[in-house]
Protein backbone atom coordinates (compact mmCIF):
# COMPACT_ATOMS: atom_id res chain seq x y z
CA UNK A 1 0.00 0.00 0.00
CA UNK A 2 1.47 3.22 -1.18
CA UNK A 3 1.40 6.41 1.47
CA UNK A 4 0.99 9.92 1.17
CA UNK A 5 2.59 12.33 4.17
CA UNK A 6 -0.01 14.71 5.13
CA UNK A 7 1.32 17.02 8.20
CA UNK A 8 2.14 14.27 10.84
CA UNK A 9 -0.82 11.88 9.48
CA UNK A 10 -0.08 8.57 7.08
CA UNK A 11 -2.55 8.75 4.94
CA UNK A 12 -3.43 5.48 2.74
CA UNK A 13 -3.85 6.39 -1.09
CA UNK A 14 -7.02 4.27 -1.14
CA UNK A 15 -8.38 5.22 2.62
CA UNK A 16 -9.37 8.23 3.92
CA UNK A 17 -8.44 12.21 2.74
CA UNK A 18 -8.99 14.85 4.90
CA UNK A 19 -11.44 17.17 4.11
CA UNK A 20 -10.36 21.19 4.58
CA UNK A 21 -12.51 21.50 7.52
CA UNK A 22 -10.77 18.39 8.85
CA UNK A 23 -7.64 20.13 8.76
CA UNK A 24 -8.42 22.99 10.01
CA UNK A 25 -10.39 21.28 12.97
CA UNK A 26 -8.86 19.66 15.88
CA UNK A 27 -9.47 15.78 16.00
CA UNK A 28 -9.89 14.58 19.84
CA UNK A 29 -9.10 11.33 18.00
CA UNK A 30 -5.84 12.33 16.42
CA UNK A 31 -4.60 14.88 19.59
CA UNK A 32 -5.07 11.62 21.84
CA UNK A 33 -3.21 9.86 19.23
CA UNK A 34 -0.43 12.16 19.89
CA UNK A 35 -0.35 12.72 23.36
CA UNK A 36 0.23 8.76 22.96
CA UNK A 37 3.14 9.28 20.81
CA UNK A 38 1.40 8.33 18.16
CA UNK A 39 1.96 9.36 14.37
CA UNK A 40 -1.37 9.83 13.04
CA UNK A 41 -2.42 13.57 13.56
CA UNK A 42 -1.90 16.84 11.80
CA UNK A 43 -0.36 20.40 12.84
CA UNK A 44 -3.47 21.34 14.28
CA UNK A 45 -4.36 18.29 16.35
CA UNK A 46 -0.65 18.80 17.56
CA UNK A 47 -1.00 23.03 18.33
CA UNK A 48 -4.42 21.97 20.45
CA UNK A 49 -2.81 19.44 22.82
CA UNK A 50 -0.08 21.55 23.30
CA UNK A 51 -2.10 23.80 24.70
CA UNK A 52 -3.70 21.74 26.76
CA UNK A 53 -0.27 20.06 27.97
CA UNK A 54 0.57 23.83 28.85
CA UNK A 55 -2.60 24.10 31.03
CA UNK A 56 -1.98 20.31 32.55
CA UNK A 57 1.85 19.33 32.44
CA UNK A 58 0.69 15.87 34.07
CA UNK A 59 -2.23 15.42 30.66
CA UNK A 60 0.02 12.68 28.59
CA UNK A 61 0.24 11.03 31.79
CA UNK A 62 -3.30 11.36 32.13
CA UNK A 63 -4.50 9.84 28.93
CA UNK A 64 -1.21 7.07 29.07
CA UNK A 65 -3.23 5.92 32.47
CA UNK A 66 -6.70 6.02 30.86
CA UNK A 67 -4.97 3.54 28.10
CA UNK A 68 -3.53 1.37 30.99
CA UNK A 69 -6.86 1.23 32.91
CA UNK A 70 -8.30 -0.27 29.54
CA UNK A 71 -5.77 -2.87 28.99
CA UNK A 72 -5.90 -3.64 32.52
CA UNK A 73 -10.35 -4.41 32.39
CA UNK A 74 -9.67 -6.22 29.11
CA UNK A 75 -7.25 -8.52 30.72
CA UNK A 76 -9.45 -9.00 33.65
CA UNK A 77 -12.37 -9.88 31.81
CA UNK A 78 -11.24 -12.19 29.47
CA UNK A 79 -8.89 -13.95 31.73
CA UNK A 80 -10.94 -13.99 35.15
CA UNK A 81 -14.62 -14.32 33.68
CA UNK A 82 -13.84 -15.65 30.31
CA UNK A 83 -15.60 -12.52 28.43
CA UNK A 84 -15.29 -13.42 24.72
CA UNK A 85 -17.27 -10.76 23.14
CA UNK A 86 -16.47 -6.65 23.51
CA UNK A 87 -17.86 -4.02 22.23
CA UNK A 88 -15.61 -1.13 22.23
CA UNK A 89 -17.47 2.42 21.37
CA UNK A 90 -14.93 5.69 21.32
CA UNK A 91 -11.89 3.41 20.07
CA UNK A 92 -9.80 5.95 18.69
CA UNK A 93 -6.84 5.59 16.67
CA UNK A 94 -4.98 2.21 16.81
CA UNK A 95 -2.37 1.51 18.87
CA UNK A 96 0.04 -0.58 20.62
CA UNK A 97 -2.11 -3.54 22.78
CA UNK A 98 -5.56 -2.76 21.32
CA UNK A 99 -8.97 -4.62 22.97
CA UNK A 100 -8.61 -7.64 20.04
CA UNK A 101 -4.89 -7.90 20.81
CA UNK A 102 -4.86 -8.45 24.77
CA UNK A 103 -8.80 -10.46 24.16
CA UNK A 104 -7.15 -12.79 22.06
CA UNK A 105 -4.44 -13.51 24.04
CA UNK A 106 -6.29 -14.86 26.14
CA UNK A 107 -8.77 -16.57 23.91
CA UNK A 108 -8.25 -16.51 20.49
CA UNK A 109 -11.78 -16.86 19.27
CA UNK A 110 -12.87 -13.87 21.14
CA UNK A 111 -14.46 -11.14 19.30
CA UNK A 112 -14.21 -7.58 19.11
CA UNK A 113 -16.03 -5.18 17.24
CA UNK A 114 -14.59 -1.22 17.42
CA UNK A 115 -16.83 1.94 16.94
CA UNK A 116 -16.06 5.51 15.97
CA UNK A 117 -17.43 8.03 14.15
CA UNK A 118 -14.04 9.51 13.04
CA UNK A 119 -13.50 8.85 9.70
CA UNK A 120 -9.48 8.37 10.09
CA UNK A 121 -10.11 5.69 12.71
CA UNK A 122 -12.25 3.33 10.34
CA UNK A 123 -9.56 4.21 7.46
CA UNK A 124 -6.95 2.85 9.77
CA UNK A 125 -8.61 0.16 11.74
CA UNK A 126 -9.62 -1.51 8.40
CA UNK A 127 -6.26 -1.89 7.61
CA UNK A 128 -4.89 -3.06 10.87
CA UNK A 129 -7.78 -5.64 10.41
CA UNK A 130 -7.55 -6.88 7.33
CA UNK A 131 -6.23 -10.27 7.91
CA UNK A 132 -8.42 -10.54 11.33
CA UNK A 133 -12.05 -12.08 11.04
CA UNK A 134 -13.00 -12.26 14.72
CA UNK A 135 -12.68 -8.11 14.82
CA UNK A 136 -14.11 -5.28 13.12
CA UNK A 137 -14.19 -1.45 13.02
CA UNK A 138 -17.44 0.53 12.22
CA UNK A 139 -18.57 3.98 11.92
CA UNK A 140 -21.27 4.80 13.71
CA UNK A 141 -22.00 6.79 16.48
CA UNK A 142 -22.91 6.87 20.33
CA UNK A 143 -25.32 9.13 20.20
CA UNK A 144 -27.46 6.62 18.03
CA UNK A 145 -27.59 4.09 20.23
CA UNK A 146 -30.15 1.67 18.28
CA UNK A 147 -28.71 2.30 14.93
CA UNK A 148 -25.32 1.41 16.31
CA UNK A 149 -26.81 -1.73 18.09
CA UNK A 150 -28.60 -2.45 14.49
CA UNK A 151 -25.16 -1.90 12.92
CA UNK A 152 -24.64 -5.91 10.40
CA UNK A 153 -21.65 -5.92 11.84
CA UNK A 154 -22.48 -6.12 15.19
CA UNK A 155 -24.98 -8.54 14.50
CA UNK A 156 -22.58 -10.41 12.69
CA UNK A 157 -20.13 -10.39 15.43
CA UNK A 158 -21.63 -9.92 19.08
CA UNK A 159 -24.10 -12.13 19.69
CA UNK A 160 -26.55 -10.29 22.87
CA UNK A 161 -27.57 -13.78 24.42
CA UNK A 162 -24.25 -14.22 25.64
CA UNK A 163 -22.34 -11.85 28.39
CA UNK A 164 -20.57 -9.08 26.21
CA UNK A 165 -18.25 -6.71 27.65
CA UNK A 166 -18.95 -2.86 26.53
CA UNK A 167 -16.61 -0.31 26.74
CA UNK A 168 -16.88 3.28 26.74
CA UNK A 169 -13.63 4.74 28.00
CA UNK A 170 -13.08 8.32 27.69
CA UNK A 171 -15.83 8.81 25.50
CA UNK A 172 -18.98 10.27 27.69
CA UNK A 173 -17.65 13.53 28.18
CA UNK A 174 -17.65 14.24 24.56
CA UNK A 175 -21.92 13.44 24.93
CA UNK A 176 -23.00 16.86 26.57
CA UNK A 177 -25.77 16.89 29.22
CA UNK A 178 -28.20 18.19 26.04
CA UNK A 179 -27.98 14.77 24.17
CA UNK A 180 -29.03 12.83 27.53
CA UNK A 181 -25.90 10.51 27.64
CA UNK A 182 -27.89 8.73 31.22
CA UNK A 183 -30.38 8.06 28.78
CA UNK A 184 -27.93 6.58 25.87
CA UNK A 185 -26.29 4.56 28.66
CA UNK A 186 -30.19 3.72 29.33
CA UNK A 187 -30.44 1.89 26.15
CA UNK A 188 -27.34 0.59 26.51
CA UNK A 189 -27.52 -1.30 29.48
CA UNK A 190 -30.97 -2.88 28.67
CA UNK A 191 -29.33 -4.52 25.33
CA UNK A 192 -26.81 -6.29 27.38
CA UNK A 193 -27.86 -10.00 29.08
CA UNK A 194 -27.28 -10.68 32.47
CA UNK A 195 -23.84 -11.86 33.06
CA UNK A 196 -22.61 -8.44 31.10
CA UNK A 197 -20.03 -5.57 31.97
CA UNK A 198 -19.76 -2.39 31.50
CA UNK A 199 -16.15 -0.51 31.67
CA UNK A 200 -16.26 3.56 32.11
CA UNK A 201 -13.37 6.15 32.51
CA UNK A 202 -14.35 9.38 32.09
CA UNK A 203 -13.21 12.93 32.86
CA UNK A 204 -13.72 14.43 36.66
CA UNK A 205 -13.48 17.81 38.34
CA UNK A 206 -13.64 16.84 41.42
CA UNK A 207 -9.78 16.23 42.32
CA UNK A 208 -8.11 19.36 40.18
CA UNK A 209 -11.43 21.29 39.21
CA UNK A 210 -9.60 24.77 37.88
CA UNK A 211 -7.33 22.65 35.47
CA UNK A 212 -9.86 20.33 34.54
CA UNK A 213 -12.26 23.37 33.72
CA UNK A 214 -9.24 25.01 32.14
CA UNK A 215 -8.75 21.68 29.96
CA UNK A 216 -12.62 21.79 28.90
CA UNK A 217 -12.11 25.54 27.26
CA UNK A 218 -9.14 23.79 25.24
CA UNK A 219 -11.66 21.36 24.46
CA UNK A 220 -14.58 23.42 23.31
CA UNK A 221 -12.29 24.96 20.22
CA UNK A 222 -12.19 21.83 19.00
CA UNK A 223 -14.48 18.67 16.86
CA UNK A 224 -15.69 17.45 20.08
CA UNK A 225 -16.38 19.79 23.06
CA UNK A 226 -15.78 17.91 26.61
CA UNK A 227 -17.50 17.83 29.40
CA UNK A 228 -15.93 16.60 33.06
CA UNK A 229 -18.68 15.15 35.11
CA UNK A 230 -18.62 14.60 39.37
CA UNK A 231 -18.09 11.25 40.60
CA UNK A 232 -21.52 11.02 41.43
CA UNK A 233 -22.51 11.64 38.00
CA UNK A 234 -20.41 9.24 36.67
CA UNK A 235 -21.93 6.95 38.69
CA UNK A 236 -24.91 6.95 37.30
CA UNK A 237 -23.90 5.68 34.11
CA UNK A 238 -23.63 2.41 36.03
CA UNK A 239 -27.13 2.44 36.49
CA UNK A 240 -27.82 -0.94 38.63
CA UNK A 241 -24.89 -2.52 38.00
CA UNK A 242 -22.91 -4.41 40.74
CA UNK A 243 -19.87 -2.25 40.79
CA UNK A 244 -16.52 -4.62 40.57
CA UNK A 245 -13.67 -4.19 43.33
CA UNK A 246 -12.33 -1.78 44.28
CA UNK A 247 -15.99 0.32 42.42
CA UNK A 248 -15.39 4.00 40.97
CA UNK A 249 -11.76 4.83 41.39
CA UNK A 250 -8.81 7.29 39.53
CA UNK A 251 -7.80 5.11 37.06
CA UNK A 252 -4.11 4.31 38.33
CA UNK A 253 -5.52 3.04 41.26
CA UNK A 254 -7.84 0.34 39.68
CA UNK A 255 -6.59 -3.24 40.16
CA UNK A 256 -3.12 -2.03 39.45
CA UNK A 257 -0.21 -4.28 38.51
CA UNK A 258 2.19 -1.95 40.56
CA UNK A 259 2.46 0.68 42.81
CA UNK A 260 1.04 3.07 40.38
CA UNK A 261 3.77 5.79 41.57
CA UNK A 262 4.66 9.33 41.64
CA UNK A 263 1.70 11.70 40.43
CA UNK A 264 -0.79 9.22 40.31
CA UNK A 265 -2.73 11.09 42.78
CA UNK A 266 -3.34 13.87 40.62
CA UNK A 267 -4.66 11.97 37.92
CA UNK A 268 -8.53 13.30 37.06
CA UNK A 269 -10.05 10.69 35.59
CA UNK A 270 -12.15 7.77 36.75
CA UNK A 271 -12.70 4.45 36.10
CA UNK A 272 -14.76 1.48 37.21
CA UNK A 273 -16.27 -1.51 35.68
CA UNK A 274 -20.27 -2.84 36.33
CA UNK A 275 -21.70 -6.58 36.13
CA UNK A 276 -25.04 -6.48 35.00
CA UNK A 277 -27.28 -8.80 37.62
Not at 30 to 41: A, C, Q, S
Not at 139 to 150: G, H, M, N, V
Not at 209 to 216: I, K, M
Not at 245 to 267: H, I, K, Q, S
Request: glycine letters at 6%; one cysteine or more.
Amino acid sequence: MTERRLGGLHDPADGWTPTQLEMETPSVARMYDYLLGGKDHLSVDRERADEAVTADPLFPRVVRENRAFLARVVRFLAEEHGIDQFLDIGTGLPTQDNVHQIAQRYNPHAQVVYVDNDPVVLSHGRALLANNDKTTVITADLREPESLLDHPDVKRLIDFERPVALLLLAILHFVPDHQDPHGILDRLRDALPSGSFLAVSHGCPDLRPDVVHRLEEIYSRTASPAKARTRDEVQRFFGDFEMVEPGLEWVPWWRPETEPGEDADLVWFLGGVGRKP
